[in-house]
């Protein structure tokens, strides 16, 4: 497994949870990380995403609430949610890729296999 996304849970509206992506890809540091989102019956969508290169970008739905981090040492990203909606329900996965950070879905070949975060109303 090269992309392990953990964390996820139940909590209600307005709370705060953080999601936890451990990955095994060699150079870590080369490596851009994107959390995705994917709720019932919708597309996947770019939630946030951590550059190879320090920076960070984050979906619109998000910026404000959620921070994403990263610690090269740990091979692993944070994404830290607050202030959560119903509508943040979703799976979350973690992706990578080497080089750029990308924003679509296409452009990822390493995926891990999600987290269930669910926001009670």
């Known amino acids: 497994v090269q992309l392990q996304a953990s964390g996820g849970g139940l909590v209600q509206a307005g709370g705060s949870l953080s999601l936890s992506c451990a990955a095994s890809?060699?150079?870590?540091?080369?490596?851009?990380i994107g959390w995705f989102r994917q709720a019932p019956g919708k597309e996947r969508e770019f939630v946030a995403g951590?550059?190879?290169?320090?920076?960070?970008t984050y979906g619109d739905s998000v910026k404000g609430r959620f921070t994403i981090s990263r610690d090269n040492n740990k091979n692993t990203v944070y994404l830290q949610m607050n202030s959560l909606k119903s509508e943040d329900t979703a799976v979350y996965y973690c992706?990578?890729?080497?080089?750029?950070?990308?924003?679509?879905?296409?452009?990822?070949?390493?995926w891990g296999q999600g987290t269930l975060v669910t926001v009670s109303s």
């Open positions: 992706a990578a890729r080497q080089g750029t950070l990308q924003t679509t879905t296409r452009y990822y070949n390493k």
């Open positions: 951590s550059s190879w290169n320090s920076g960070t």
């Open positions: 890809v060699h150079p870590f540091s080369r490596y851009s």
